[in-house]
Each structure stands twice: as structure tokens, then as C-alpha cells.
């Protein structure tokens, strides 16, 4: 069985990509070995968290990148 990590304590930070303002914002947060839980920050309280794989993270931004 498959446990989500204790994000209680977890630093997010909006994406550098954003819209800015109140907008459009995602925020993700680090140090989590081998994930990367991301959020609309829109609606940090109760916004779902979505679990990205690191690997997968990478190369999603890699092709948003290129």
C-alpha cells in the first residue's frame, strides 16, 4: 500500500512561471525525495495536492522548456 507523504509542514513556493497576481498560479514544494507535490495556489487550504514522480516532473518542465 501506497502512503501520501505529511505535507502539513511543507514549504510551497509559486512557480516562476505564473501569471503573477491571483491568477493561474501553481506552487509546488521541494526537498521530497523522489516527488514533487504541486498545488493551486489559488486555493492553498483545500486544492487538492497532485504527486508527480521527479523524473516525470523533470522532463514535463524540460518540454514545457524546450
Known amino acids: 500500500m501506497k502512503h501520501s507523504p505529511d505535507l502539513s509542514a511543507a514549504a510551497w513556493r509559486k512557480s516562476s512561471y505564473s501569471a ?15 516527488i514533487v507535490p504541486v498545488r493551486d495556489s489559488k486555493r492553498p487550504d483545500d486544492s487538492p495536492v ?17
Open 20 to 34: 503573477g497576481g491571483d491568477n493561474n498560479c501553481l506552487e509546488v514544494s521541494d526537498d521530497h525525495p523522489g
Open 50 to 66: 497532485l504527486l508527480f514522480a521527479a523524473t516525470s516532473w523533470t522532463f514535463f518542465l524540460t518540454g514545457i522548456k524546450n
